[in-house]
């Protein structure tokens, strides 16, 4: 059984900062791919940043120069930094874990943490 739990979210001003994190449990034994993705209602859930087991980042267009994830070596533990935020990031931001070879159906997520931008 795996569990990730996430951490960090809040309200936050428009133009303000906010760092994520997230830790994975149980059977984790072997180092995965970790990533963040975010929801708002009635939307389809959206990459925000992932970061592969060397390191390799990639990140959806809106935040590419706000955002940054990184990684405990050799753990499964993933951060996101976003700093700039706007109203229109607010959104449930769900941390990612896919295991090496394996299909999306597959991964795992965590909770959600509320991430909310408003003055």
């Known amino acids: 059984q795996v569990q990730l739990v996430e951490s960090g979210g809040g309200l936050v001003e428009p133009g303000g900062s906010l760092n994520l994190s997230c830790v994975a449990s149980?059977?984790?034994?072997?180092?995965?791919?970790m990533g963040w993705y975010r929801q708002t209602p009635g939307k389809e859930r959206e990459l925000v940043a992932g970061?592969?087991?060397?390191?390799?980042?990639t990140y959806g267009d809106f935040g590419k120069t706000r955002f940054i994830i990184s990684r405990e070596s050799d753990k499964n533990v993933v951060y996101l930094q976003m700093s700039n935020l706007q109203p229109e990031d607010t959104a449930v931001y769900y941390c990612?874990?896919?295991?090496?070879?394996?299909?999306?159906?597959?991964?795992?997520w965590g909770q959600g943490t509320q991430v909310t931008v408003s003055s």
């Open positions: 990612n874990m896919r295991r090496p070879g394996l299909a999306p159906k597959y991964d795992y």
């Open positions: 149980g059977s984790t034994s072997r180092v995965n791919a």
């Open positions: 970061i592969g087991i060397g390191g390799t980042t």
